[in-house]
């Protein structure tokens, strides 16, 4: 079950995990989920909250994502409100696997 | 080594068969996520900021040349191409899917090793001294001591769901390696006036919220009351610790509001009420245990190594390396070899699926196929001959593993921070990067001496920021980091906590203040007199001025 309830203020967007990956997604505007923040839905219309909810909660019960929860938006910039949602959004600022290129001597 | 008997293996396996059925029933619905969470930490796997994070065991942080290739092949199959050695000696992977982690859990239980402990209100992995086996100063190898707790607490059903979760560590020298006194309970390896051989019990240590040094519960317990002597206080534990409040849940609160005295009364009472040596172990299997730990046929050599010294003598960067990362071995003509996971241009602890190979053919070909995790996030050959040491040093450098800064201000701890814990509250890694780039002329490192820096990202401390010599905590504040600094901890047998300096710094401010507070001491330290000691010695104040001069 989704324990997604809309609590904050200003514009909302609503991100899980991926189940079966464990990737960070935000609901886009097409109600599916994508990797890339660039692509997350961001509303403050308490109807397509309502429905962003029940589809989080939907996917959450079809074991698709886990962990759904809205998070606060900042009207301005776009970014989330957080600290730490900000950091989920841009991905680690240091990963070794970047750092030395382990990632493109994989793909090879 | 220790090798797993048939239990041990009937155990490993089931447990993955088990595991495979948890995760296809998650993926499948049969079980929702809020039944399915213990069952995947009760296997080190956790859901962190960007993907899930593996947790394998290292028991007491000693592994094979075949564990570790292995796990070399793991970070290459499931991950991306590395690993990461934490404070408690397990290793971690940072990138994994759920639908391979039974694979994955396979190809660990194929080399004896597992997720189990390494999560959850359960007595986890425990640690020991990273030297075990090796040091002249050890009364006897902990790790058969370690290994009978491994066996007992493992699956433990008693100990399954205790308030909080427990952690152990066992050393047999007086200089403890492995931060005993920072533990739930930590044992030292001690003789009695007569000469025998016991243990020294200390308890309610630990780091987090609320760094406490452990006290002593008994001066000397007989060996073969070891296992019942910790059931009785487990006991104690887990009827008395709390359960409303999960900051208030380690023993180390118990003890603490009980009061050391009273804490001893109530385990004293209910070691009394145990089933006479229900479950103490006898001599005969400490003997069997302690047997997969004998020695390796180490050759009969002079002390002094003539190829060695001379290597010393002609290869600058070899003598600076070694006069560092060498420590001494119990046998003539062998030295114990730190392996730095210090460069300062990467993370504190990280080890590519490369250098993982190249660790396994080195102590294959150098260390008896032994290897060891440190708790300072760093590796160890335990046993090579002086006279290989300069090959050993060529082939570290091919490796990129030759960085000669154990116990210096670049051998800094620091534990993966906001940029991939769940619970962090600002990023460890970069600061840990920024403070090794400022110190990193090597001269200068060991023109400073030995300095432990230790770096957490939050409150529960596992970069151990409470007993660094400079301790440092990242914090967050309406959008910004923000780092406070304390001073004067000890993770040695001369355990401290550290006392909070004042207002916090930016990351940038940070570094610049550091630099202040070692240049002071550089200014005012007496001859060959360690930073901590300076600091003994003359106070906080004129440290917290230096530290704040700008």
């Keep these: 079950m989704s324990t997604a309830k809309h609590k904050g203020k200003g514009p909302q967007s609503l991100t899980a995990n991926e189940l079966r990956g464990g990737a960070s997604v935000w609901l886009d505007a097409n109600m599916e989920w994508s990797r890339d923040f660039g692509d997350a839905f961001k509303t403050e219309d308490e109807n397509h909250i309502e429905k962003m909810r029940a589809k989080g909660d939907a996917d959450a019960n079809e074991n698709l994502v886990v962990g759904v929860y ?24 240091y990963d070794t696997a970047e750092e030395l290129g382990l990632n493109a001597k994989k793909a090879k | 080594m220790y090798r797993y008997d048939e239990f041990d293996h009937e155990v490993v396996q089931s447990r993955v068969k088990q595991f495979r059925g948890q995760v296809e ?62 404070t408690r000696q397990n290793f971690q992977f940072n990138w994994p899917e759920l639908t391979h982690v039974p694979d994955l859990l396979q190809d660990l239980a194929d080399v004896e090793m597992h997720g189990f402990q390494t999560s959850g209100n359960c007595i986890r992995n425990v640690t020991s001294d990273p030297y075990a086996g090796a040091t002249a100063e050890e009364i006897e190898d902990p790790r058969p001591t370690a290994e009978l707790l491994r066996q007992w607490s493992t699956l433990h059903p008693e100990f399954a769901f205790l308030p909080r979760k427990f952690k152990i560590a066992v050393v047999a020298s007086k200089t403890d390696r492995a931060v005993i006194r920072a533990h739930d309970i930590g044992i030292e390896v001690t003789a009695n006036e007569k000469g025998e051989v016991g243990y020294h019990i200390i308890v309610g240590g630990g780091l987090g919220r609320t760094p406490i040094i452990g006290q002593t519960l008994r001066a000397f317990l007989p060996r073969e009351e070891l296992l019942p002597y910790l059931e009785a206080t487990l006991r104690v534990y887990n009827r008395y610790g709390r359960r409303d409040n999960k900051y208030k849940a380690r023993i180390k609160i118990l003890v603490t509001e009980t009061g050391i005295d009273a804490f ?50 002609s290869e600058k960067d070899f003598a600076d390396w070694a006069g560092n990362n060498l420590a001494e071995h119990k046998v003539p003509g062998y030295s114990i070899v730190n392996v730095s996971l210090k460069p300062t241009d990467l993370a504190p602890g ?51 593993l030759h960085a000669g800064n154990i116990g210096l201000i670049t051998d800094i701890i620091c534990c993966p921070g906001m940029d991939f814990c769940a619970l962090a509250t600002a990023r460890s890694i970069p600061v840990s990067q920024a403070i090794a780039q400022r110190f990193s002329d090597p001269a200068r490192q060991r023109a400073i001496g030995e300095m432990q820096i230790k770096i957490s990202g939050c409150i529960n401390a596992c970069g151990h920021h409470h007993v660094g010599h400079i301790g440092i905590l990242g914090l967050e504040k309406a959008g910004v980091e923000f780092y406070q600094v304390k001073l004067g901890g000890d993770s040695s047998e001369n355990a401290a906590v550290g006392k909070v300096t004042g207002p916090g710094f930016s990351q940038e401010e940070l570094v610049d203040a550091i630099e202040r507070l070692v240049d002071y001491y550089i200014d005012v330290r007496a001859e060959d007199e360690r930073f901590i000691d300076s600091f003994k010695r003359l106070g906080m104040a004129p440290f917290k001025e230096a530290l704040y001069a700008a």
Excluded: W
């Design chain 1, 70 to 93: 809205f998070i606060d938006i900042e009207p301005d910039s776009g970014l989330p409100v957080r600290y730490r949602e900000k950091f989920r959004v841009k991905g680690p600022s």
């Design chain 2, 25 to 86: 029933r998650r993926l499948s619905g049969a079980i929702t996520e809020e039944q399915f969470r213990p069952l995947r930490l009760q296997n080190g796997l956790y859901l962190q900021l960007h993907a899930y994070m593996m947790r394998v065991a290292v028991p007491y942080g000693t592994l094979s040349s075949k564990q570790m290739r292995q796990l070399g092949m793991i970070a290459d199959k499931y991950d991306r191409g590395y690993g990461h050695v934490t």
């Design chain 2, 264 to 313: 001893r009364e109530m385990v004293e009472a209910e070691y009394e009420a145990l089933e006479p040596l229900d479950i103490a172990v006898s001599a005969q299997e400490v003997e069997r245990i302690s047997s997969y730990f004998a020695p390796p046929d180490f050759e009969n050599l002079p002390e002094h190594c003539d190829a060695f010294q001379a290597k010393l003598i």
């Design chain 2, 350 to 400: 990280d080890i590519t699926a490369d250098q993982m190979r190249a660790v396994a053919d080195m102590a294959e070909a150098y260390s008896f196929g032994e290897i060891r995790t440190t708790h300072q996030q760093n590796i160890v050959l335990p046993h090579v001959k002086k006279s290989d040491l300069y090959s050993l040093f060529e082939k570290l450098k091919e490796a990129k």
